[in-house]
């Protein structure tokens, strides 16, 4: 990431949730719906701020609840509006009914997930199991590692979201704990770079609510035994193939936003001195600077590893990660989150499934780690490149290793 | 009551019987009301001489729902809004034991709101102890469907805009058997107002207004805990004055004690009644078929 200053931008020193608001009110967002819920709560508060001191020009809802939230949200993006929330753990559960009719419906709404654990054991803190829970739903997910790329990414998730080859909402994931209470230097980009950026707001041009053009949104489609499937699979195809042009809309957008605004992001991966590497660690959300630091204390260890970090979760960058990884022995993929009946992670899963496509074998671990709130320190990452590479010179078996067992 | 015979039950009530020594100490900020409540809860469980292994505690996420883990009973802490359709299961499961639900005003009238009514509707053997401070405490004061209007909150920084709930004229709407109001101001009241909905063969619905001192109560500018205590006091009152005296109460104009009762019949029994009958019928045909003759 670059840091030159653009001449009209604002520097300020927020945490993640605040970053995400700022970014709320620079897209111009029409209607908000919020109901709090840790880790995500000073985020609707700070919403609900910029909305009182007329820096935010929206209709604030406060709801009973986030499956009102999301259902609020989808009636104001039919009629026309551009619309946020944010939510996390057992709230994005809350919310699954409308959450998995959204795509489906084709519409942009802009959702942060301020990544929690889920139940059970009760638990408030950060992990990834909400969003990942949730990866099948045909939402795009986009995973930050830091508090600007918090607020540049929930302002280019606008873009993506309304770009009409994708018009599908978009989950701006940040890890809760770290990323939404952890301040940092955050460029605030000028207004009206910003407007220039994201152009006119592109909603319901497909689907609306509105009277001068009646039409009935989403009725029965017919019964299994007439055009009922045959319309069922079309919608899907679509979605799915919005899918997939989404992977080069994202890069374009982010391509563009670094042109605009002098400040890069990786768009679907990062590579981080991943040429030469015999060996890399994958990592998603926030723990990638833990990871960097120890990748770069085995470099100077004279170790030959490198690191992949995965911005984009879905749609999975597929090709890019094979490529990526297709010259390294192995691999070993970090995740806040368990995928139950494989003993992995679920990022474990995308990445193998990713290298059937590497013109040859890469061996590849899991590591689990970051539960409920703990810490993936630099020490674990030490101990996963040690096993890693043991894994790439054939000296052991992969498998699945959870670093905050015995912590 | 007599005065002596109060301070007697009192006297023999140890609320240390009742609680997990091991959860102390409690999460509670200084101030807040919820513990008086949750003492008033344990007194009356002690005067109707409850049974603590038959005694389940089911409550929500809040500020209220954290208090069951602090009862030394059987005790589920579940997901927010839910505790009223947990209870219901395991009241129909086990109509042997006295389930108890202990909600707040988010959990139970916001993101549960649906369940209160449908358990009103019912009117399955529960007592819901609500405890309403008028705020999301626990994530740090937003507004809830009871937050009076113009009040200031997290999330409500220029005031609330939006009408409050009255939740005791909600469930009596919606036909539960046994409504109650109560201030944490009058305890030997509110012990007395739950032993009522505890014995009550029905749904019971009983209203706590509690003090959330550090948050609301400082956004708002309303002095200490027992300050906030005394106004609720005086803007509450009692149902038995309602024609007789008008001052000091005035400002909220809601009353206290018992506020609905009825005698419909308590689902669970009539539920397991009717599984008896269609069960015999089905037992002994020819006698069905000839009762209709």
Redesign the interface.
């Given at each position: 990431m670059s840091a030159v200053l653009k001449p009209k931008s604002k520097l300020i020193v927020c945490d993640g949730n605040e970053a995400a608001a700022w970014a709320v009110a620079a897209a111009r967002v029409e209607m908000v719906a919020?109901?709090?819920?840790?880790p995500q709560?000073?985020l609707?508060?700070y919403l609900?701020?910029f909305v009182?001191d007329g820096r935010l020009a929206a209709e604030?809802v406060?709801a009973?609840?986030?499956h009102s939230v999301l259902s609020v949200l989808q009636g104001a993006c039919l009629a026309g509006a551009r619309t946020y929330t944010a939510s996390c753990g057992?709230g994005v559960a809350?919310m699954f009914e409308p959450y998995v009719r959204t795509p489906g419906l084709r519409l942009p709404i802009v959702m942060g997930i301020v990544t929690r654990d889920l139940?059970t054991p009760?638990s408030v803190w950060g992990g990834q199991q909400d969003a990942m829970s949730v990866r099948e739903a045909g939402w795009i997910q986009v995973y930050c590692e830091s508090v600007q790329e918090v607020l540049d990414t929930t302002i280019m998730a606008y873009k993506i979201a309304e770009h009409r080859d994708v018009m599908l909402p978009v989950n701006v994931c940040h890890d809760g704990n770290y990323l939404s209470f952890g301040a940092a230097r955050v460029e605030l980009p000028d207004q009206a770079e910003v407007d220039a950026f994201l152009g006119e707001k592109d909603v319901n041009w497909h689907v609306a609510l509105d009277p001068r053009r009646p039409m009935a949104v989403d009725p029965l489609t017919g019964g299994a035994v007439g055009s009922g499937p045959a319309t069922f699979v079309r919608y899907r195809k679509g979605e799915c193939s919005a899918m997939q042009n989404a992977l080069s809309v994202i890069t374009e957008v982010h391509e563009e936003w670094g042109r605009r605004f002098g400040r890069t992001h990786a768009p679907l991966v990062e590579r981080y001195r991943m040429q030469d590497a015999d060996y890399a660690l994958v990592t998603i959300g926030s723990m990638t600077g833990a990871a960097k630091d120890a990748v770069d204390a085995a470099r100077e260890r004279g170790e030959k590893v490198g690191l992949l970090k995965v911005k984009t979760y879905r749609p999975f960058p597929v090709q890019a990660v094979a490529a990526a990884l297709a010259q390294v022995k192995a691999a070993g993929v970090v995740d806040r989150s368990v995928s139950f009946g494989w003993n992995c992670g679920p990022l474990f899963q995308d990445v193998i499934g990713a290298l059937y496509h590497a013109p040859r074998r890469v061996a590849a671990m899991s590591f689990i780690g970051g539960l409920a709130g703990a810490d993936i320190t630099t020490g674990h990452f030490d101990e996963a490149i040690r096993r890693v590479a043991e894994l790439a010179q054939g000296a052991a078996a992969g498998g699945t290793v959870w670093l905050n067992e015995k912590d | 009551m007599s005065a002596t015979t109060m301070l007697d039950s009192a006297a023999e009530f140890d609320v240390r019987d009742y609680l997990r020594a091991e959860m102390m100490p409690h999460f509670l900020c200084p101030g807040c009301g919820h513990g008086i409540a949750l003492r008033a809860l344990l007194w009356a469980v002690h005067e109707l001489a409850i049974d603590k292994d038959r005694l389940a505690v089911v409550s929500g996420i809040g500020c209220a729902g954290r208090l069951s883990a602090y009862i030394d009973a059987s005790t589920f802490h579940v997901t927010h809004g839910r505790p009223i359709a947990y209870a219901t299961g395991l009241a129909l499961a086990r109509p042997d034991l006295h389930v108890i639900v202990i909600t707040g005003d988010g959990d139970c009238l916001a993101i549960g709101g649906n369940h209160l009514i449908h358990a009103c509707r019912r009117n399955l053997k529960l007592t819901c102890l609500m405890l309403n401070n008028e705020v999301y405490g626990m994530t740090g004061g937003q507004v809830s469907p009871t937050t009076s209007e113009t009040r200031v909150t997290s999330t409500t920084p220029l005031g609330n805009s939006e009408p409050h709930f009255n939740a005791c004229a909600l469930a009596a709407a919606a036909g539960a058997g046994f409504v109650g109001r109560e201030v944490t101001h009058h305890v030997p009241k509110l012990k007395e107002l739950i032993k009522a909905g505890l014995a009550h063969p029905g749904f019971a619905f009983v209203e706590v207004m509690t003090d959330c001192t550090e948050i609301f109560g400082r956004k708002n500018e309303m002095g200490s805990s027992a300050e906030m205590v005394l106004r609720q006091k005086s803007e509450l009152r009692p149902s038995a004055y309602r024609d007789t005296v008008d001052m000091p109460f005035a400002a909220k104009d809601l009353p206290t004690g018992i506020l609905a009762r009825n005698d419909r019949p308590e689902y669970g029994e009539a539920y397991r009644r009717a599984a008896v009958a269609i069960k015999s019928a089905a037992d002994n045909p020819a006698a069905g078929r000839k009762s209709r003759q």
């Open positions: 919020v109901y709090p819920i840790t709560s000073s609707v508060e609900a701020k009182a604030l406060d009973e609840g986030e057992p809350f139940l009760q | -």
